[in-house]
């Protein structure tokens, strides 16, 4: 169910929504494809530009034209194994679609849950090449692509830690190599090997380097590589704030998931209140037992 305004969020929707998250957690698991995954979210929402409102989630790297730009080499893997969600659950909108993807790709991989809310509006417009960062730049140009999406130095140092997840490879980026040891691993290493400087076998980006030596960069790295539990709790606000770059959830729309998220609550306090209530059983009869045959 959509309308102009895009997708009417409501139980039906919202129940699609459950099932294509069951369905991204089976595929990503299968294919070993959280790394592309994230990537694909990343750079569909990596488009925006707050002065203009355009770009961001909505679903238009799904179109031939932006598919072809540089940075998006590749992509059409992830497109095409995401095209079976899609079309089982064909209420869905390609914008809520890729950036379920990268939220599932995070979970799945060990890294923290990111709050989720549906109702993205696909479009069929591509915004125009070279508004994604440039692994060869520094850090004026990271901060003139973060800044121009309305994003902080905080959310560009929390997101690139999702470079914790894949690898670069030659025909897709011109570099070659992994970020860490674990590369199907979401977890801090990525800023612990940053501190480390060059490590052999391991990639290091000039954007990636930057980090380490900016002044404004250096002390979330730090942060994070000492503690990870702050990067899980930054990165889930950061990413999350990525995949709603111009996207305002309607009222409707945020009063249907809430009732959704107060019905799972329900649902799990009386699980837990059923459990405790036959283990109670069981062990007045286990009581009983051991009475009648002492």
């Not at 034209?65 to 992509?75: D, F, I, K, Q, S």
């Not at 799945?108 to 990111?114: E, K, L, W, Y």
């Not at 009063?255 to 209140?273: F, G, H, M």
Request: hydrophobic share 40%; glycine share 8%; proline share 5%.
């Amino acid at each position: 169910m959509s309308s102009a305004a895009g997708p009417v969020v409501v139980a039906e929707y919202i129940a699609e929504i459950e099932k294509a998250r069951r369905d991204l957690r089976a595929l990503i698991a299968s294919k070993s494809c959280a790394p592309i995954m994230l990537r694909l979210a990343w750079h569909d929402a990596g488009t925006y530009d707050k002065t203009t409102n355009t770009g961001g989630p909505n679903g238009s790297i799904r179109l031939p034209e932006e598919l072809r730009h540089a940075a998006n080499a590749g992509l059409k893997i992830a497109v095409d194994l995401l095209e079976p969600i899609k079309q089982k659950h064909p209420k869905i909108t390609y914008a809520d679609l890729y950036q379920l993807a990268g939220v599932v790709a995070v979970e799945v991989t060990g890294g923290p849950a990111i709050d989720f809310i549906p109702g993205r509006k696909d479009s069929s417009v591509c915004p125009e090449e070279g508004r994604l960062p440039d692994a060869k730049q520094g850090a004026s140009h990271l901060r003139d692509v973060f800044y121009r999406m309305g994003l902080t130095d905080k959310d560009i140092v929390a997101l690139s830690g999702g470079h914790t997840l894949g690898k670069a490879r030659p025909d897709r980026s011109g570099f070659d190599g992994a970020w860490t040891r674990e590369p199907l691993k979401f977890d801090n290493s990525y800023f612990v090997e940053l501190l480390k400087g060059d490590s052999d076998g391991l990639l290091k980006l000039p954007t990636d380097k930057v980090l380490v030596d900016h002044p404004a960069f250096r002390p979330y790295v730090e942060k994070y590589a000492k503690d990870e539990e702050a990067f899980f709790r930054d990165y889930a606000e950061s990413h999350k704030k990525l995949s709603e770059l111009g996207f305002t959830p309607s009222r409707a729309t945020l009063l249907a998931w809430k009732s959704r998220d107060k019905a799972k609550r329900v649902v799990t306090t009386t699980t837990a209140v059923f459990a405790v209530a036959v283990a109670v059983i069981a062990c007045a009869y286990i009581c009983e037992t051991k009475k009648k045959l002492g």
